[in-house]
């Protein structure tokens, strides 16, 4: 059973439109995330979302919009899409375990979004 | 802003070698996490060091947290084309916002 699942797989759309990507997890987490990942591999946080609390990478454009219909969802909504954000995006989820002080995450395959 | 910083950014070795990456930050961290990502895949967890000096071995790899708990070293003993990927380490604030390094991008020839 896929833990963290994402859709589409690959994304190619032309600049200025919008488009969303959908993620699920059925680990039973607390804790969702967005992250992007750039062409140099560079892997950076764009959301977290956990019990209704969404926060939020201040570098992140407010194109960008996370929705969570439940604990088992995150979509991530981008609005006017432009030629920089093409890039890998990831979700990811994690369990808060305070007692070892550590979020480990476990991540989704992936959506490479092409905008053209 | 925390950062951290992976070396070697790239590393390719023949079949049977060792190697270690590491990870530094002037920044302490609560944990630190290594995870491997394989080329059209989302990364998966490695292991999770918790304590200053720990050690943790994962078969032929073994994993080590600094004593201040700013850095960190993956070393894999006798490296097989299997083992070709990108490794992360990613740190832990205590909060839930992971910061990952910039990642070594490991390849083993046979």
């Known amino acids: 059973d896929t833990a963290v699942s994402q859709t589409p797989k690959y994304l190619v759309t032309q600049m200025g439109n919008d488009k969303s990507i959908k993620c699920e997890q059925n680990?039973?987490?607390?804790?969702m995330y967005w992250y992007k990942q750039d062409s140099k591999k560079f892997l950076k946080i764009m959301f977290s979302?956990?019990?209704?609390?969404?926060?939020i990478n201040e570098t992140v454009p407010n194109r960008f919009s996370p929705k969570s219909p439940d604990k088992a969802h995150l979509n991530l909504h981008i609005n006017s899409l432009e030629l920089g954000d093409s890039a890998v995006y990831f979700c990811?989820?994690?369990?808060?375990?305070?007692?070892?002080?550590?979020?480990?995450?476990?991540f989704g395959p992936g959506t490479r979004l092409t905008v053209t | 802003t925390q950062l951290l910083e992976q070396s070697p950014q790239f590393l390719s070795i023949q079949e049977g070698e060792n190697l270690t990456v590491y990870c530094n930050s002037s920044?302490?961290?609560?944990?630190l996490q290594w995870y491997r990502q394989e080329p059209g895949e989302g990364p998966v967890l490695l292991v999770t060091?918790?304590?200053?000096?720990e050690v943790k071995k994962l078969k032929r790899l073994t994993f080590q947290f600094g004593d201040a708990r700013k850095d960190s070293s993956l070393h894999i003993t006798a490296a097989q084309p299997g083992d070709t990927g990108l490794y992360l380490c990613?740190?832990?604030?205590?909060?839930?916002?992971?910061?990952f390094g910039g990642g070594t991008r490991l390849m083993v020839k046979p």
């Open positions: 990811a989820s994690s369990q808060d375990d305070r007692d070892r002080s550590s979020y480990e995450q476990y």
């Open positions: 680990l039973g987490h607390d804790t």
């Open positions: 979302y956990n019990n209704k609390e969404l926060i």
């Open positions: 920044s302490v961290f609560s944990s």
């Open positions: 060091v918790v304590t200053g000096g």
């Open positions: 990613a740190g832990d604030n205590a909060g839930n916002m992971l910061t």
